[in-house]
T-cell receptor, first 114, second 112 residues
Framework: KQEVTQIPAALSVPEGENLVLNCSFT??????LQWFRQDPGKGLTSLLL?????REQTSGRLNASLDKSSGRSTLYIAASQPGDSATYLC?????????????FGEGTQLTVNP | ETGVTQSPTHLIKTRGQQVTLRCSSQ?????VSWYQQALGQGPQFIFQ???????GRGNFPPRFSGLQFPNYSSELNVNALELDDSALYLC???????????FGSGTRLTVV
C-alpha cells in the first residue's frame, strides 16, 4: 500500500526566503507525481506534474524534483511571498494501468510573513 | 477550458439523510475521481469512473455510490449520512494517465 509523507507539517518563514518542501513515498512504482496548492476551505490548484521518467519541472519561482528510486520529491520555492501562504500537497499516481487513484500526503502548511 | 465545476459549494444535512453532490468535468476528460478531505488531512480516494464505468474504489462503504454521464458530468451519492461524513468533497478529472488531475473547488458537507 502506497504511503506518502510530507515534512515539515508546518513552516513559517519571512518574506523573500527560499524554501524546500519534502515529500516521500513508499512504493517507487509510480506513473507521475503532482504538487498542489490548497488555500483554506478551497479546492486544489495544480502547480507541477512530474512524470516518472523526469527529474524535475519548473514553473516560475517553483521547481519540483523527483528521485523515484529513493521515493522522494522536493518542491523548491524561490523568493517566497505572503501570497504563497497556503497548504502544499503532493500526490503520487500508481504505475498500474487499471485504476489511477492519487495517494496524497497530509500537506505542509506554509506561512510567509511580510 | 472551463475547468471542473462542483455544486453546491456548501450543504448542511441531518444524520440519516441522503445527499447528491455534482461535478462537471472538462470535455475529453474520461476519468473522474472523487475524494473526501477531512479538516487538516490530505484527500482520501473514494472511487473513480472511466467512461461511465467504476474502475477503482477506496476504503469507503457501499452507501457511497456514484455515476458518470456521457456529457462528462458525474455524481457522488451518500446514503444514511453519519456525522463523520462531514468533510470537503473534491471531484477531479483527467484526460489520460500521462496527464495530471484537475480538481474542482469542492463541496463542503456538514452533517448535524
Amino acid at each position: 500500500k502506497q504511503e506518502v509523507t510530507q515534512i515539515p507539517a508546518a513552516l513559517s518563514v519571512p518574506e523573500g526566503e527560499n524554501l524546500v518542501l519534502n515529500c516521500s513515498f513508499t512504493d517507487s512504482a509510480i506513473y507521475n507525481l503532482q504538487w498542489f496548492r490548497q488555500d483554506p476551505g478551497k479546492g486544489l490548484t495544480s502547480l507541477l506534474l512530474i512524470q516518472s521518467s523526469q527529474r524535475e519541472q519548473t514553473s516560475g519561482r517553483l521547481n519540483a524534483s523527483l528521485d523515484k528510486s529513493s521515493g522522494r520529491s522536493t518542491l523548491y520555492i524561490a523568493a517566497s511571498q505572503p501570497g504563497d501562504s497556503a497548504t502544499y500537497l503532493c500526490a503520487v499516481r500508481p504505475g498500474e494501468t487499471s485504476g489511477s487513484r492519487l495517494t496524497f500526503g497530509e500537506g505542509t502548511q506554509l506561512t510567509v510573513n511580510p | 477550458e472551463t475547468g471542473v465545476t462542483q455544486s453546491p459549494t456548501h450543504l448542511i444535512k441531518t444524520r440519516g439523510q441522503q445527499v447528491t453532490l455534482r461535478c462537471s468535468s472538462q470535455s475529453g476528460h474520461n476519468t473522474v475521481s472523487w475524494y473526501q478531505q477531512a479538516l487538516g488531512q490530505g484527500p482520501q480516494f473514494i472511487f473513480q469512473y472511466y467512461r461511465e464505468e467504476e474502475n477503482g474504489r477506496g476504503n469507503f462503504p457501499p452507501r457511497f455510490s456514484g455515476l458518470q454521464f456521457p456529457n462528462y458530468s458525474s455524481e457522488l451519492n451518500v446514503n444514511a449520512l453519519e456525522l463523520d461524513d462531514s468533510a470537503l468533497y473534491l471531484c477531479a478529472s483527467s484526460p489520460g494517465q500521462s496527464y495530471g488531475y484537475t480538481f474542482g473547488s469542492g463541496t463542503r458537507l456538514t452533517v448535524v
